[in-house]
């Protein structure tokens, strides 16, 4: 029986860590990312360097950000060391963290754009010259002393490229822009996560899951995780297509990956607001939800689809939109884009 339980939990954990690619052939899609990421960290060995350019990854989350980010790491042969922006409050907890790296390792910031601007002063000349500038006392007995950090390399990633300022964006020596996936590469990642996990699985229910994954990775494993329970619950020890959509009527995942938090952004505009345009932060409002969830986890994808239009009034729901909520647009005489 390939789905089972397993009662050792460091083994559940050491099949959950597993999963993150180890080597460059493990990552799959982002392919031009990948060979870019290549040649920078090539040539900068072949340069005698123990460090790479500081590179900033942009675009939706659970696309592999992170992940690339070990890659990089691994292959520069040092450790990764994971920080977000909020987490950098004061000057301080940018020095607890850069004082503590050694000469290779890899810096990654999560949620760039949520730094703190004043924090952004202290990471120029750390990025350019690798020296940390503090200011000691205060009023007539203030003095500043430079520290000299290790040649490292810093790895920034964020959902809002737009929110991060044009100074610390220039620093960074090359911007990648992750993008969602094609079915073909989503399969390949869950027949490999399948094979992790021991999961016996159809490939008709692997495509089934693809659909519905949002064209992300994070996602696509997430969803194999709760059929792989399912079938597990039910003492199933193959999992079929009839059993992945038990799973998502459960679970309220449409045909489009939709769950219900994407049908009450559609039905809200179109219901309560005549399709549109609506502010974000009317319709954050109105759908209770964050404005940073709508933008950063919602919109993106209901966009790919073309089920909403962002117009400089706000957004507007299309007609691929009131198709899918089968309902008719409340002015008949509107244009659509």
């Known amino acids: ?5 397993r009662n050792d939990n460091n083994e559940i954990e050491s ?9 460059w052939e493990d990552f799959i899609g982002q392919e031009k990312i990948k060979e870019n990421i290549k040649i920078i960290i ?9 460090h790479c350019e500081h590179l900033l990854f942009y675009g939706p989350p659970g696309l592999g950000k992170t992940s690339m980010s070990y890659l990089v790491a691994k292959e520069l042969g040092g450790n990764l060391k994971i920080t977000s922006g909020p987490a950098i409050e004061k000057v301080g907890d940018l020095a607890a963290i850069i004082t503590n790296l050694s000469d290779g390792d890899v810096l990654f910031i999560d949620e760039v754009h949520r730094l703190n601007k ?49 100074p610390l964006r220039d620093r960074f020596g090359a911007i ?22 021991d999961i016996d699985i159809e490939e008709k229910a692997i495509e ?14 997430r969803l194999l995780k709760r059929v792989r329970d399912f079938a597990q619950v039910h003492k199933e020890s193959k999992i079929t297509p009839d059993i992945v959509l038990k799973t998502f009527k459960l679970l309220d995942v449409d ?3 939709l769950e ?13 607001f005549n399709g549109g345009p609506v502010g974000l932060q009317l319709l954050a409002s109105a759908t209770n939800e964050e404005e940073d969830t709508i933008l950063d986890i919602y919109e993106p994808y209901l966009l790919k689809l073309g089920l909403i239009e962002r117009t400089p009034k706000g957004r507007i729901l299309t007609m691929e939109g009131y198709k899918y909520l089968k309902i008719k647009p409340a002015n008949q005489n509107r244009i659509f884009i």
């Open 118 to 166: 004043a924090i952004e002063e202290y990471l120029y000349p750390v990025m350019e010259d690798f020296k940390l500038h503090l200011t000691v006392g205060k009023g007539a007995m203030a003095r500043t002393m430079e520290l000299k950090l290790p040649k490292f390399t810093m790895i920034a990633a964020t959902t809002r490229l737009a929110l991060i300022s044009s």
């Open 255 to 257: 045909e489009k990956g």
């Open 176 to 197: 990648f822009q992750f993008d969602y996936y094609n079915i073909e590469d989503l399969k390949k990642i869950l027949l490999r996560t399948s094979k992790i996990l």
């Open 42 to 50: 090539t040539a900068a060995k072949e340069r005698g360097q123990t």
């Open 1 to 5: 029986m390939s789905v089972k339980s």
């Open 208 to 221: 089934l899951i693809c659909e519905r994954s949002r064209f992300t990775p994070r996602i696509a494993n």
């Open 15 to 23: 099949f959950e860590t597993s999963l993150r690619p180890e080597r």
């Open 260 to 272: 219900k938090g994407d049908r009450k952004i559609l039905e809200t505009i179109a219901n309560k």
